[in-house]
C-alpha cells in the first residue's frame, strides 16, 4: 500500500538530519600556531633570562661599589668641559677637610676606618690574648690615660735625656758634665741603635739591591725636622713655618728648665736654637732632592768599610770621624762585630763629601743641641698637655690644622707603628677577609705559570736570557696580607716582643 501524504510528512518530520562538522578555517589555524609559538619563544626567553650570565657583578659588595662610584660623580656636569668634576664632583660636595688634617682623600677614609678597627680591637681585653698581644694592650691603654700622663709632666722625657749625653740648652755645665768626652761617634751611634733616632748620617742595614739573598750596611742622608729641604728657604710660604719651629724649640727648652728648676736666659736659649736652625738649614742644603734620587745605579756605591773611611773622612772639633767605631758602636747591640773588610753601600755621597764642610762650622754643643733637639721633639706629643701645647703654632704654620688628632687615633697609631705584628694579630682576626689571602696567592702563582709557559712564545728573546727569566719568576717569594706566623706561632710572636715590659 501506498503511503498517504500525511504519513510521509510524518516519517520525514521524525527522521534526524546528520550533523555539519566544526571545521577551523586557516585564518584560526594560523593564528593557533602563532599563539603556541610565541608562548614557546616567551618560555624560553624566561629560562634563558634566569641562567643567562651578563658578566655582570651582582653581589652586595659589587652593588655598593657602584652605588658608591654613582655617589662620587656629579652628572650635572659637562665631561668634555670639567671631567673631575664630573667624575668627583659628588665626593667633593659631601666631603670636607677635617680640621686635624690638611687633606681628605679615599685613602684617609680607608685608614679612619682602619683606625676604628685598631681600636675596638686594642680596647677590648680578653682572657685568650697571648703575652705580646697583651702588651699591645696595655700599651694603648698606658697612651690614652691622658690624667697620668699630664700629673708626670715631662719626666718621662728628662729621665732619657742622660742616656744621650743631655741636652745642652736645657741643662747647666754641659760642658764640664759632657763636653770633654762627647765623641760625635758615640752620640750619633746612642740615638740610632737605642731610639731609632738618625741625625746628621742615616745608618741601616737592609737587603743588597744586587743581591735580594744578603743584608749590608747602608749609609745615607737623614731625614730633617721640617717636611722638605725647600722649608728652609724660609722665605715667602715658608718663612711662617720656620720661625714657629724656632719658637718650638725655644718653648720646649724652657719647659724643660722649668721642670729641673734652672733659671734661664731666654736670650741665650735664643741664640743656641737660632744655631741650631742655621746648623739644620745647612744640612737640608746638603741633602740631595729627592728627584735627583731616582736612579738606582747611581745610589749603588758599594765599598769595604775602610774605604769609607778614606773616601769620606770627616772631621769634628778637630777629630777625625771614625766610621767603625761609629759603626760597631750601633752594631754592639746585636752583639756583631764589623771588620773594615766588611762591604757598606753609600747612597749619597755626595751628601758625605758636602757634610764635611758643615761639621767644620760646628761646635760639640751646636751639634748635641740640634741632635737632642731632634730626638725631643719627636716625643713631645707623649708628654703632658702643656708640652703638646708647644706644637700647635708650628703644626698650624706646617699643616693649618686647628685641632689635634683624637687622643685614641694617636694612639692607635702609635701602638701600630711601635707593636705591628701583635696588632697585626688583632687585625687579622677580627676584620681580614678568611680565604682572600689564600685566593690572591692562588692567583699569583697562576700568572707565574702563565708567565713562565708564554716565554718560549717570545722570538726576541735568546734562550740564555729564557732561561734567566724563568729563574727570576720562580725566585719571586710573596708577601700577600700578613705574615702566617702572627697567627700561627705564639712563641715566635711573644719573643719579638719579650724585651717591652
Same mark, same amino acid.
Given at each position: 500500500?501506498?503511503?498517504?501524504?500525511?504519513?510521509?510528512?510524518?516519517?520525514?518530520?521524525?527522521?534526524?538530519?546528520?550533523?555539519?562538522?566544526?571545521?577551523?578555517?586557516?585564518?584560526?589555524?594560523?593564528?593557533?600556531?602563532?599563539?603556541?609559538?610565541?608562548?614557546?619563544?616567551?618560555?624560553?626567553?624566561?629560562?634563558?633570562?634566569?641562567?643567562?650570565?651578563?658578566?655582570?657583578?651582582?653581589?652586595?659588595?659589587?652593588?655598593?661599589?657602584?652605588?658608591?662610584?654613582?655617589?662620587?660623580?656629579?652628572?650635572?656636569?659637562?665631561?668634555?668641559?670639567?671631567?673631575?668634576?664630573?667624575?668627583?664632583?659628588?665626593?667633593?660636595?659631601?666631603?670636607?677637610?677635617?680640621?686635624?688634617?690638611?687633606?681628605?682623600?679615599?685613602?684617609?677614609?680607608?685608614?679612619?676606618?682602619?683606625?676604628?678597627?685598631?681600636?675596638?680591637?686594642?680596647?677590648?681585653?680578653?682572657? *685568650?690574648? @697571648?703575652?705580646?698581644?697583651? =702588651?699591645?694592650?696595655?700599651?694603648?691603654?698606658?697612651? #690614652?690615660?691622658?690624667? %697620668?700622663?699630664? $700629673?708626670?709632666?715631662?719626666?718621662?722625657?728628662?729621665?732619657?735625656?742622660?742616656?744621650?749625653?743631655?741636652?745642652?740648652?736645657?741643662?747647666?755645665?754641659?760642658?764640664?758634665?759632657?763636653?770633654?768626652?762627647?765623641?760625635?761617634?758615640?752620640?750619633?751611634?746612642?740615638?740610632?741603635?737605642?731610639?731609632?733616632?738618625?741625625?746628621?748620617?742615616?745608618?741601616?742595614?737592609?737587603?743588597?739591591?744586587?743581591?735580594?739573598?744578603?743584608?749590608?750596611?747602608?749609609?745615607?742622608?737623614?731625614?730633617?725636622?721640617?717636611?722638605?729641604?725647600?722649608?728652609?728657604?724660609?722665605?715667602?710660604?715658608?718663612?711662617?713655618?720656620?720661625?714657629?719651629?724656632?719658637?718650638?724649640?725655644?718653648?720646649?727648652?724652657?719647659?724643660?728648665?722649668?721642670?729641673?728648676?734652672?733659671?734661664?736666659?731666654? *736670650?741665650? @736659649?735664643?741664640?743656641?736654637? =737660632?744655631?741650631?736652625?742655621?746648623?739644620?738649614?745647612? #744640612?737640608?742644603?746638603? %741633602?740631595?732632592? $729627592?728627584?735627583?734620587?731616582?736612579?738606582?745605579?747611581?745610589?749603588?756605591?758599594?765599598?769595604?768599610?775602610?774605604?769609607?773611611?778614606?773616601?769620606?773622612?770627616?772631621?769634628?772639633?778637630?777629630?777625625?770621624?771614625?766610621?767603625?767605631?761609629?759603626?760597631?758602636?750601633?752594631?754592639?747591640?746585636?752583639?756583631?762585630?764589623?771588620?773594615?773588610?766588611?762591604?757598606?753601600?753609600?747612597?749619597?755621597?755626595?751628601?758625605?763629601?758636602?757634610?764635611?764642610?758643615?761639621?767644620?762650622?760646628?761646635?760639640?754643643?751646636?751639634?748635641?743641641?740640634?741632635?737632642?733637639?731632634?730626638?725631643?721633639?719627636?716625643?713631645?706629643?707623649?708628654?703632658?698637655?702643656?708640652?703638646?701645647?708647644?706644637?700647635?703654632?708650628?703644626?698650624?704654620?706646617?699643616?693649618?690644622?686647628?685641632?689635634?688628632?683624637?687622643?685614641?687615633?694617636?694612639?692607635?697609631?702609635?701602638?701600630?707603628?711601635?707593636?705591628?705584628?701583635?696588632?697585626?694579630?688583632?687585625?687579622?682576626?677580627?676584620?681580614?677577609?678568611?680565604?682572600?689571602?689564600?685566593?690572591?696567592?692562588?692567583?699569583?702563582?697562576?700568572?707565574?705559570?702563565?708567565?713562565?709557559?708564554?716565554?718560549?712564545?717570545?722570538?726576541?728573546?735568546?734562550?740564555?736570557?729564557?732561561?734567566?727569566?724563568?729563574?727570576?719568576?720562580?725566585?719571586?717569594?710573596?708577601?700577600?696580607?700578613?705574615?702566617?706566623?702572627?697567627?700561627?706561632?705564639?712563641?715566635?710572636?711573644?719573643?719579638?716582643?719579650?724585651?717591652?715590659?
Amino acid at each position: 500500500m501506498g503511503k498517504s501524504e500525511s504519513q510521509m510528512d510524518i516519517t520525514e518530520m521524525n527522521t534526524p538530519k546528520p550533523k555539519k562538522k566544526l571545521r577551523w578555517s586557516g585564518l584560526e589555524i594560523g593564528l593557533a600556531v602563532v599563539v603556541i609559538l610565541l608562548a614557546i619563544v616567551a618560555i624560553t626567553m624566561i629560562v634563558l633570562y634566569a641562567t643567562y650570565d651578563d658578566g655582570v657583578c651582582k653581589t652586595s659588595d659589587c652593588i655598593k661599589s657602584a652605588a658608591r662610584i654613582l655617589e662620587n660623580m656629579d652628572t650635572t656636569a659637562e665631561p668634555c668641559n670639567d671631567f673631575y668634576q664630573y667624575a668627583c664632583g659628588g665626593w667633593l660636595k659631601r666631603n670636607v677637610i677635617p680640621e686635624t688634617s690638611s687633606r681628605y682623600s679615599n685613602f684617609d677614609i680607608l685608614r679612619d676606618e682602619l683606625e676604628v678597627v685598631l681600636k675596638d680591637v686594642l680596647d677590648t681585653p680578653s682572657r *685568650n690574648d @697571648i703575652t705580646a698581644v697583651q =702588651k699591645a694592650k696595655t700599651l694603648y691603654r698606658s697612651c #690614652i690615660n691622658e690624667s %697620668t700622663i699630664d $700629673s708626670r709632666g715631662g719626666k718621662p722625657l728628662i729621665s732619657l735625656l742622660s742616656n744621650v749625653s743631655d741636652w745642652p740648652v736645657a741643662t747647666t755645665n754641659w760642658d764640664s758634665s759632657y763636653g770633654a768626652a762627647w765623641t760625635a761617634e758615640t752620640a750619633i751611634a746612642q740615638l740610632n741603635s737605642r731610639y731609632g733616632k738618625k741625625v746628621l748620617i742615616n745608618f741601616f742595614v737592609g737587603t743588597d739591591d744586587k743581591n735580594s739573598t744578603a743584608h749590608i750596611i747602608h749609609i745615607d742622608q737623614p731625614g730633617l725636622g721640617l717636611p722638605s729641604r725647600d722649608y728652609y728657604e724660609c722665605t715667602g710660604a715658608y718663612k711662617e713655618a720656620c720661625s714657629a719651629y724656632v719658637d718650638f724649640m725655644i718653648s720646649v727648652a724652657k719647659l724643660i728648665l722649668q721642670e729641673r728648676n734652672i733659671s734661664f736666659d731666654e *736670650n741665650k @736659649i735664643s741664640e743656641q736654637m =737660632k744655631r741650631v736652625m742655621d746648623l739644620e738649614k745647612e #744640612i737640608a742644603n746638603a %741633602t740631595t732632592k $729627592s728627584e735627583d734620587r731616582n736612579d738606582p745605579l747611581l745610589l749603588y756605591n758599594k765599598m769595604t768599610l775602610a774605604q769609607l773611611q778614606n773616601n769620606f773622612s770627616l772631621e769634628i772639633d778637630h777629630k777625625v770621624f771614625n766610621w767603625s767605631k761609629f759603626i760597631n758602636d750601633i752594631m754592639s747591640t746585636v752583639q756583631i762585630n764589623v771588620e773594615n773588610t766588611e762591604h757598606v753601600i753609600v747612597y749619597d755621597p755626595d751628601y758625605l763629601i758636602r757634610l764635611k764642610s758643615i761639621l767644620n762650622k760646628y761646635t760639640p754643643r751646636d751639634l748635641q743641641n740640634y741632635m737632642i733637639w731632634r730626638f725631643v721633639m719627636d716625643l713631645v706629643n707623649s708628654l703632658s698637655r702643656n708640652y703638646k701645647d708647644t706644637r700647635n703654632a708650628f703644626r698650624k704654620a706646617l699643616y693649618g690644622t686647628t685641632s689635634e688628632t683624637a687622643v685614641w687615633r694617636r694612639c692607635a697609631n702609635y701602638v701600630n707603628g711601635n707593636m705591628e705584628n701583635a696588632v697585626g694579630r688583632l687585625y687579622v682576626e677580627e676584620a681580614f677577609a678568611g680565604d682572600s689571602k689564600h685566593v690572591v696567592e692562588e692567583m699569583i702563582a697562576d700568572i707565574r705559570d702563565v708567565f713562565i709557559k708564554t716565554l718560549d712564545e717570545l722570538t726576541w728573546m735568546d734562550a740564555e736570557t729564557k732561561k734567566k727569566a724563568e729563574q727570576k719568576a720562580t725566585a719571586i717569594r710573596e708577601r700577600i696580607g700578613y705574615p702566617d706566623e702572627i697567627v700561627t706561632d705564639d712563641n715566635k710572636l711573644n719573643s719579638e716582643y719579650q724585651e717591652v715590659s
